[in-house]
């Protein structure tokens, strides 16, 4: 990929490889998973994967501040000058609106960072949600029962994927259906 996403792709291990070494072990996978789907988003290939990168980014200590991962690493990107999509995507990566509202800041992600609804976001989300905390690969059904389990049935983060879970997986099926299309 080009250099953007070589960028996000050091940052991102300066933040997250040797303070958080399971999340890093997912990113980079879920950053090689949104490699292959390049070809799916045309002109966003390396917006797609400097997003892939740096999707997690708000879970570093340096960075976290609400409790809120993805708003976290949208601000600091931000902050920092990165691209405001790639600020966005990250910010409204793998349904966090729900989890936004579930923690009381969604009308603050709402009203920061612009929501999208492309190949892009569909593509990123699908690269992070068949993807399991040690990179390896997961269907969605997989994934989401892995979470549940993790963190527990009363747990804000199971809370929120239980409603978030139809729209995730419209996501992951119009995903599926150009990569059916576009057979390489």
Do not use: N
């Not at 239980?162 to 599926?176: G, N, V």
């Amino acid at each position: 990929m080009g250099t953007y996403s070589e960028l996000a792709a050091a940052v991102s291990q300066r933040h997250l490889r040797s303070y958080l070494p399971r999340r890093w072990l997912h990113v980079q996978a879920v950053a090689a998973k949104a490699e292959q789907l390049a070809y799916l988003v045309g002109d966003d290939a390396d917006l797609l994967v400097a997003a892939a990168w740096l999707h997690d980014i708000g879970y570093s200590l340096a960075v976290a501040d609400t409790g809120l991962h993805s708003l976290d690493g949208a601000r600091w990107l931000r902050r920092r000058g990165f691209d405001a999509r790639v600020a966005a995507l990250v910010a409204h990566h793998s349904c966090a609106a729900y989890e936004a509202d579930e923690r009381g800041l969604g009308q603050a992600l709402a009203s920061e960072f612009p929501r999208e609804e492309t190949a892009t976001s569909d593509a990123l989300w699908y690269a992070d949600m068949t993807t399991g905390p040690d990179g390896q690969d997961l269907t969605v059904d997989e994934r989401l029962e892995e979470i549940r389990e993790r963190y527990g049935p009363d747990d804000v983060v199971t809370r929120f994927w239980h409603k978030a879970e139809p729209t995730l997986q419209d996501a992951i099926r119009r995903t599926k259906l150009r990569m059916s299309a576009q057979q390489r």
